[in-house]
């Protein structure tokens, strides 16, 4: 069984930048890719970004790539996403997601382990 917990999420202006962490415990990363979706109000959930455990493989939404970097401290047990160059359609709370089953990343259902969530909201 694997707990995540999102944090850094805020209030930024546009064009600001928020670093988003998600710390695991129970077990480690090891061996599980681990990915970041957002939700914003009355839509549905929607893929942002992927990393493998070795973190020699990550994925992005076209949405967020070039502004998005997705990395794993595996010393920390921590996989973090640094987000620049934010936009107001950028405000969603975002999950991280990880699991043995992540085969299509973008994929929510293939994820078994889900954190709460972490608001993050940008202002024009």
């Known amino acids: 069984q694997v707990q995540l917990v999102e944090s850094g999420g805020g209030l930024v202006q546009a064009g600001g930048s928020l670093r988003l962490s998600c710390a695991a415990s129970g077990r480690t990363f090891g061996g599980y890719t681990t990915g970041w979706f957002r939700q914003a109000p009355w839509k549905e959930r929607v893929f942002v970004a992927a990393?493998?455990?070795?973190?020699?493989?990550?994925y992005y939404a076209d949405s967020v790539r070039g502004r998005f970097t997705i990395s794993i401290d595996k010393a920390k047990n921590t996989v973090y996403l640094q987000m620049n160059s934010l936009k107001p359609e950028d405000t969603a709370v975002y999950y991280c997601?990880?699991?043995?089953?992540?085969?299509?990343?973008?994929?929510?259902?293939?994820?078994?382990?889900w954190g709460q969530g972490t608001q993050v909201t940008v202002s024009s």
């Open positions: 990393i493998t455990w070795t973190g020699s493989s990550t």
């Open positions: 997601a990880t699991g043995p089953r992540v085969t299509m990343v973008a994929m929510a259902t293939r994820y078994d382990y």
